[in-house]
């Protein structure tokens, strides 16, 4: 069975530091990795994949994640974080083995402080 | 490109009535729609999946007769909250993905959904 945990409720961090918003996954196959970004009363919005290829991906809004198969892990992160990137974060994970379903993580939510 | 919208964007509405929200790709063909619930401060429900011109696929514990789901085009996925409770009040969001097999969900706005 598939599941995804996102060990923090909330992470906060100062703007122009680095951020790293964690998630770590277990599939029967191979892993199919995203994130989203929810802002406040909306959908969420894509901001990266891991299908193949390069453990690192890069997204979004200068967003990468670092895909870590030992680890089973999938990490999001930020060289240096800006005030509007504070929103709720969710990691979502999928498997190659044909069915769509996917599942979410609880979420993070991410405070960035000017 | 990968826009999907939800209408409408809130509704409120009393106790025992119904309400039909549509989900629609505005620039792609969706060859599956997905329906979620979430609630304040939660995660992502699935709710059902569906593929165009067949049933939907609920989820356990999701009523089918209560959310009935109907995906008649590649660009239009209905959800229909019949007699709404109070308990319904939520936040409904859909995403629909192109291809079969495509992986990546492209996400509406959601629909917030108040039963009085």
């Known amino acids: 069975a598939q599941s995804v945990a996102q060990p923090e409720d909330q992470v906060n961090v100062a703007e122009g530091n680095p951020l790293t918003v964690k998630c770590t996954y277990s599939?029967?196959?191979?892993?199919?990795l995203f994130w989203y970004v929810q802002y406040p009363n909306r959908g969420l919005q894509f901001l990266l994949k891991?299908?193949?290829?390069?453990?690192l991906v890069k997204g979004s809004y200068g967003f990468e994640a670092e895909f870590n198969k030992s680890q089973t892990s999938f990490h999001l992160k930020k060289p240096s974080a800006l005030v509007s990137d504070s929103a709720l974060y969710f990691c979502?994970?999928?498997?190659?083995?044909?069915?769509?379903?996917?599942?979410f993580g609880a979420g993070t939510r991410l405070f960035v402080k000017a | 490109g990968a826009v999907v919208s939800q209408h409408p964007s809130r509704v409120i509405c009393k106790s025992g009535t119904s309400v039909k929200i549509e989900c629609r790709s505005l620039?792609?063909?969706?060859?599956?729609m997905f329906w979620y619930r979430q609630f304040p401060k939660k995660s992502l429900m699935l709710m059902a999946t569906?593929?165009?011109?067949?049933?939907?696929?609920?989820e356990q514990g999701v009523e089918k007769d209560k959310f009935l789901i109907n995906h008649a085009s590649l660009t239009l996925s209905t959800l229909t909250v019949t007699s709404a409770h109070p308990e319904d009040s939520s936040f409904y969001i859909c995403s629909a993905s192109g291809l079969l097999g495509e992986e990546t969900q492209y996400f509406g706005p959601g629909t917030r959904l108040l039963v009085l």
């Open positions: 599939v029967s196959g191979n892993p199919y």
């Open positions: 979502a994970v999928r498997d190659d083995t044909g069915g769509f379903k996917t599942i």
């Open positions: 569906s593929n165009e011109g067949s049933k939907a696929t609920y």
């Open positions: 620039d792609f063909q969706a060859t599956t």
């Open positions: 891991y299908i193949t290829g390069d453990n």
